[in-house]
T-cell receptor, first 111, second 114 residues
Framework: ELKVEQNPLFLSMQEGKNYTIYCNYSTTSDRLYWYRQDPGKSLESLFVLLSNGAVKQEGRLMASLDTKARLSTLHITAAVHDLSATYFCAVEGRRDDKIIFGKGTRLHILP | NAGVTQTPKFRVLKTGQSMTLLCAQDMNHEYMYWYRQDPGMGLRLIHYSVGEGTTAKGEVPDGYNVSRLKKQNFLLGLESAAPSQTSVYFC?????????????FGDGTRLSIL
């Protein structure tokens, strides 16, 4: 059964700092997604990672995927207050079509 | 472009009442999903569908039923609402399991069961 774990679940950091959010999953998958959610809002797609070694970057966010380690990271560079949100990773199981989410990382960036 | 539309946006029910949440997408997506979001729990998959006329159970299917009679619509039913079903419900849709497109989410339905 596919399980997805994110850590940390809560992160408070200063503007200008770098940090990494981790997403581990339990079964083989080649497809991983990162989403952002602002309070009271829906989910916004950030990245789609489709193969081992995939790296995607958008602004101060960079996501990578290591399918052998079953690990994805979301790296934040020189954080700014506007990046405060909850970030979710989601993994698509290879054997079925389920997409399972992690519990989310609530990121609070102090101005 | 409407994308994924959920109705209603808010609803309050009494325990034991029934209701249906509607999800409609205009992107010709094959796959559709229903999730519930509770504080500290992330999104949990209730049921999903890989095409018209098909449905499958997700992580937390008990107490819910679904139907996909038309490709563009995915209905989530609560036959006898319970307070534990108080949650925010999100519908999502996507293309088939090829390509590099993410799920598209609706704005959510906030459901309270008294």
């Amino acid at each position: 059964e596919l399980k997805v774990e994110q850590n940390p679940l809560f992160l408070s950091m200063q503007e200008g700092k770098n940090y990494t959010i981790y997403c581990n999953y339990s079964t083989t998958s080649d497809r991983l997604y990162w989403y952002r959610q602002d309070p009271g809002k829906s989910l916004e797609s950030l990245f789609v990672l489709l193969s081992n070694g995939a790296v995607k970057q958008e602004g101060r966010l960079m996501a990578s995927l290591d399918t052998k380690a079953r690990l994805s990271t979301l790296h934040i560079t020189a954080a700014v207050h506007d990046l405060s949100a909850t970030y979710f990773c989601a993994v698509e199981g290879r054997r079925d079509d389920k997409i399972i989410f992690g519990k989310g990382t609530r990121l609070h960036i102090l101005p | 472009n409407a994308g994924v539309t959920q109705t209603p946006k808010f609803r309050v029910l009494k325990t034991g009442q029934s209701m249906t949440l509607l999800c409609a997408q205009d992107m010709n997506h094959e796959y559709m999903y229903w999730y519930r979001q509770d504080p500290g729990m992330g999104l949990r998959l209730i049921h999903y569908s890989v095409g018209e006329g098909t449905t499958a159970k997700g992580e937390v299917p008990d107490g819910y039923n679904v139907s996909r009679l038309k490709k563009q619509n995915f209905l989530l039913g609560l036959e006898s609402a319970a307070p534990s079903q108080t949650s925010v419900y999100f519908c999502a849709s996507s293309y088939e399991q090829i390509g590099n497109q993410p799920q598209h989410f609706g704005d959510g339905t906030r459901l309270s069961i008294l």
